[in-house]
């Protein structure tokens, strides 16, 4: 869905996102997703996002067209090729 909402923001010129991200938050064992946090936790989060680089934005759009693609290998390679600096935070576990 992240793919999918970046490279949609990017279509219609929307450049400015700022993202928030994690794999873990303290007191939540085992943490499986944003859904399990309360109000108060989620506005902690809020306050560490991070704004999406444009590279980020431009992994987003190829890796929606990946995804996206006939060829079911395509974002297997696709995962494959990125450099990961850029790489949005938990993408190849999200995907595979």
């Given at each position: ?21 994690t ?74």
């Amino acid at each position: 869905m992240l793919l999918y909402l970046l490279s949609r923001l990017v279509r219609q010129g929307l450049t400015r996102q700022h993202l928030v991200s994690t794999d873990r938050f303290p007191g939540v064992d085992p943490f499986h997703g944003l859904g399990q946090l309360t109000p108060a936790d989620l506005s902690a989060l809020f306050a560490r996002r991070r704004p999406v680089t444009g590279p980020q934005l431009a992994q987003a759009v190829t890796g929606w067209q990946a995804y996206c693609s006939r060829d079911p290998q395509a974002i297997a390679s696709w995962l494959a090729t990125e450099p990961p600096p850029s790489r949005l935070c938990m993408l190849p576990s999200a995907i595979i």
